[in-house]
């Protein structure tokens, strides 16, 4: 278990503060909104092709158990629910885990929210853990994905995104994204971004095999898309040794 918490409480504050208005596509998290079908569709796929499950089925994930860490308001958490997964969601601010289980039950579902931050994790170990768009927000890199491989179950599957520290990145989310009002001002600090060769080498570090790299593309017309382009965001993919 890691030292010290890897959680930032300004971050947390932030992301707080946009509780409210989490699951509204139109709203402060529009952004994560059109990037969940990207992130769906891919994890989809990984999932599939790691346990070799059935590409039709309805329920690939039944019989797993799937952590998602800076879960928000369960963006994320609600569809892998609804994939069979027993899910449970962990993020640091507590008005987001309140907006999470709040919208679970209205969705009729059972998911473990709980507040605070990977450490919170005991001797529990997870199929699938999941952390998208995170690993820019809190204070060690370093120990939140030592953190992530010690929770992750053998022969586990484990999914990280984020943004890539390039001028594509800083024009798009800063400049564009946060200047124009499409993304919360203060979200993104561009020092916090991570380049991939830096990421992946915390991944193994961390005792972990990395499967592979891959990045998400935004096209004015078709929206968000994977890509081997991984200028402006890109995903982690890795299982255990």
């Known amino acids: 278990m890691a030292s010290q918490s890897t959680i930032n409480p300004a971050e947390a504050l932030h992301f707080g503060r946009l509780a409210a208005d989490w699951w509204n596509p139109k709203g402060s998290s529009a952004m994560l909104h059109r990037l969940n079908p990207v992130r769906l569709g891919y994890l989809r796929q990984l999932a599939d092709a790691h346990w070799g499950g059935d590409t039709a089925s309805f329920a690939a994930l039944a019989g797993k158990r799937a952590l998602d860490i800076g879960c928000g308001a369960g963006l994320l958490c609600e569809p892998l629910a609804r994939l ?46 999941t952390s998208l768009e995170v690993i820019e927000h809190v204070a060690n890199p370093a ?57 992946t080498q915390l991944v193994i570090d961390a005792g972990l095999r990395l499967i592979e790299t891959k990045g998400q593309r935004f096209s004015p017309t078709r929206g968000f898309q994977l890509s081997d382009d991984l200028r402006l965001d890109y995903f982690v993919a890795a299982t255990t040794t």
């Open 84 to 129: 069979g997964a027993a899910v449970s969601g962990i993020d640091a601010a507590p008005e987001n885990i309140h907006a999470a289980r709040a919208h679970a039950m209205q969705s009729g579902l059972r998911i473990d929210y709980r507040v605070g931050g990977i450490e919170a994790i005991g001797d529990e170990r997870f199929d699938l853990v």
């Open 143 to 199: 120990d939140f994905v030592a953190g992530l491989a010690r929770v992750l179950a053998p022969g586990g599957l484990l999914l990280l995104s984020t943004p890539n520290r390039t001028w594509l990145s800083r024009l798009a989310l800063i400049t564009l994204g946060e200047g124009l009002g499409q993304i919360p001002r203060g979200t993104h600090d561009w020092r916090q971004f991570l380049p991939p060769a830096e990421l």
